[in-house]
T-cell receptor, first 109, second 121 residues
Framework: GQNIDQPTEMTATEGAIVQINCTYQ??????LFWYQQHAGEAPTFLSY??LDGLEEKGRFSSFLSRSKGYSYLLLKELQMKDSASYLC??????????WGAGTKLIIKP | GAVVSQHPSWVICKSGTSVKIECRSL??????MFWYRQFPKQSLMLMAT?????????EQGVEKDKFLINHASLTLSTLTVTSAHPEDSSFYIC?????????????????FGPGTRLLVL
């Protein structure tokens, strides 16, 4: 079967670093996505990993280990505007996106 | 990045009426578009895949006759909620893939429209 899991909620301090984990199980895999969704808005694309390793993009980095079915999103130098839900999703063998429930990130001053 | 628009952004309607939501890819062509629904504090739920020039593919549990999808051109897909009821009140979001296998490229990104908030009274 297929499933994907990420923590429901995390809290971090402004200026700090936070890592949001995502684990998944699937027989067919065509990449893993991270999206940011502010309350009341549609998701916006953050990153795509299809090969193992770390992809860095400014303050945000995403890591993938296909053998472990594991990914994380790393946010550095946290800002208040980073308060949002972070959604991970993998693309299965039918090119369908399977979504996690999202991690609500709360940033405190 | 690619731009996807949705119209309207807000709809309030009476129970029993039909509501049409448009999803447009503004600067690229999309043979496939996806329609999602999201209830408060819940994850995105894929409702259907809209295919240009052919019938939409609906996810299990989604009523085809209630949620009519038309993908008449390479830049426009419409979702019509027929005979809407209060339980249909939700945030409806469309997305279109750019790049990747569905568009002949090596990697794919889903670009989302801004969403349509539907409230059925």
């Amino acid at each position: 079967g297929q499933n994907i899991d990420q923590p429901t909620e995390m809290t971090a301090t402004e200026g700090a670093i936070v890592q949001i984990n995502c684990t998944y199980q699937t027989s067919g895999f065509n990449g893993l996505f991270w999206y940011q969704q502010h309350a009341g808005e549609a998701p916006t694309f953050l990153s795509y990993n299809v090969l193992d390793g770390l992809e860095e993009k400014g303050r945000f980095s995403s890591f993938l280990s296909r053998s472990k079915g594991y990914s994380y999103l790393l946010l550095k130098e946290l800002q208040m505007k980073d308060s949002a839900s972070y959604l991970c999703a993998f693309m299965d063998s039918n090119y369908q996106l399977i979504w996690g429930a999202g991690t609500k990130l709360i940033i405190k001053p | 990045g690619a731009v996807v628009s949705q119209h309207p952004s807000w709809v309030i309607c009476k129970s029993g009426t039909s509501v049409k939501i448009e999803c447009r890819s503004l600067d690229f062509q999309a043979t496939t578009m996806f329609w999602y629904r999201q209830f408060p504090k819940q994850s995105l739920m894929l409702m259907a895949t809209s295919n240009e020039g052919s019938k939409a593919t609906y996810e299990q549990g989604v009523e085809k006759d209630k949620f009519l999808i038309n993908h008449a051109s390479l830049t426009l897909s419409t979702l019509t909620v027929t005979s809407a009821h209060p339980e249909d009140s939700s945030f409806y979001i469309c997305s279109a893939p750019v790049g990747g296998p569905l568009a002949g490229g090596p990697s794919e990104t889903q670009y989302f429209g801004p969403g349509t908030r539907l409230l059925v009274l």
